[in-house]
C-alpha cells in the first residue's frame, strides 16, 4: 500500500511563498510518476504540475512561472515550490501517484493516478 503524506501548507499573503512536501516512505518511489493537485472548495481537483521519473515536468498553465516540482528520489520526497502566490491559489492541495516511469499526456486528470495523499490546506489573502 502506498501512502503519501504532505505537508508545508499554511496561510500566507498575496505574492508570499510557499514549499510543499509529499513524504512517500515505503515504496519504489522512484519508478513512480508523481503529481500535484488542488481542489478549491466548489470547484473539482485540478491537476497543478507533474515530474516523471527521469524529472521531466509539466505544468497547468495557471502555475507556469510561479510553481516548480521536483523529487529526491534518495529521500521519498516530492516538492512543490510556490512563489508569488495569489488567492486563486488558495485549495487544499494534493500529491498523487501512479506506477509508471513516464506521467502520461493525460496526467492533469485525477484519473490517470492510483494514490493519493489527505492534502495540505494552502490559504492566500489579498
Known amino acids: 500500500q502506498v501512502q503519501l503524506v504532505e505537508s508545508g501548507g499554511g496561510s500566507v499573503q498575496s505574492g508570499g511563498t510557499l514549499r510543499l512536501s509529499c513524504a512517500a516512505p515505503?515504496?519504489?518511489?522512484?519508478?513512480?510518476?508523481m503529481g500535484w493537485f488542488r481542489q478549491a472548495p466548489g470547484k473539482e481537483r485540478e491537476g497543478v504540475a507533474v515530474?516523471?521519473?527521469?524529472?521531466?515536468?509539466a505544468y497547468a498553465d495557471s502555475v507556469k512561472g510561479r510553481f516548480t516540482i521536483s523529487r529526491d528520489n534518495a529521500k521519498n520526497t516530492l516538492y512543490l515550490q510556490m512563489n508569488s502566490l495569489k488567492p486563486e491559489d488558495t485549495a487544499m492541495y494534493y500529491c498523487?501517484?501512479?506506477?509508471?516511469?513516464?506521467?502520461?499526456?493525460?496526467?492533469?486528470?485525477?484519473?490517470?493516478?492510483?494514490?493519493w495523499g489527505q492534502g495540505t490546506q494552502v490559504t492566500v489573502s489579498s
Open positions: 498523487a501517484a501512479v506506477l509508471s516511469y513516464y506521467c502520461s499526456g493525460s496526467w492533469s486528470s485525477r484519473d490517470e493516478y492510483n494514490y
Open positions: 515505503g515504496y519504489t518511489f522512484r519508478q513512480y510518476c
Open positions: 515530474i516523471d521519473t527521469d524529472g521531466s515536468t
